[in-house]
């Protein structure tokens, strides 16, 4: 769990580590860094070796567009019989289009139970109907969903609506108010 400022240096030194360990990384937390999109893309890069990882939280990392489309390359790359159950994205800078390439390599992550969006501010009913493929896939079965502190609005909720309608397999929805 790294808990500190990361410059782009370090991220290069972690990636580069990340690459030396081959399939022996179970969980990787990269919590509050401020990292941003380059950052993040190296080190999700360097993921590509790691299709074993179970739980991969990178909250409050400024992750926007370019770290997303990194990240869902990843998880696209890796063999189908990848075990990751949990992502944690919470508090970054996720808009629609970065969510959308997200659930594209998401798609690949037929183990994944749950996956946490809560504080990304600039998801709007566009983003959330991204998630339709994969909320409705019969091949995957997400269990949790954290929409909190997204102010979506009554579109977005007529969407998430429409988007879940169907499923079977969410237990958990997680949404509470945009914090004042």
């Given at each position: ?47 590509r070796l790691h299709p074993q990882l179970e ?39 996720i808009d629609d289009s970065a969510l959308q390439a997200l659930v594209e390599g998401m ?74």
């Open positions: 769990d790294v808990g500190c400022g990361l410059d782009h240096e370090s991220a290069q030194n972690l990636a580069s580590a990340l690459g030396r360990m081959h399939n022996s990384l179970k969980h990787l937390s990269v919590d509050n860094t401020d990292i941003g999109d380059e950052g993040i893309t190296d080190i999700v890069t360097a993921l739980s991969l939280q990178l909250c409050d990392n400024n992750i926007g567009r370019d770290g997303c489309i990194a990240l869902g390359n990843t998880l696209r790359r890796w063999p189908r019989s990848n075990k990751l159950e949990t992502l944690d994205i919470d508090d970054n800078a798609m690949n992550c037929r183990s994944l139970e749950k996956l946490y969006l809560n504080g990304n501010e600039s998801i709007t009913a566009a983003g959330l109907r991204s998630l339709f493929p994969l909320l409705q896939s019969s091949s995957h079965s997400l269990l949790t969903l954290g929409l909190g502190r997204i102010a979506f609005g009554d579109e977005g909720a007529m969407v998430l609506a429409e988007v879940l309608r169907g499923n079977k397999s969410l237990k958990e929805l997680w949404l509470s108010p945009k914090a004042s």
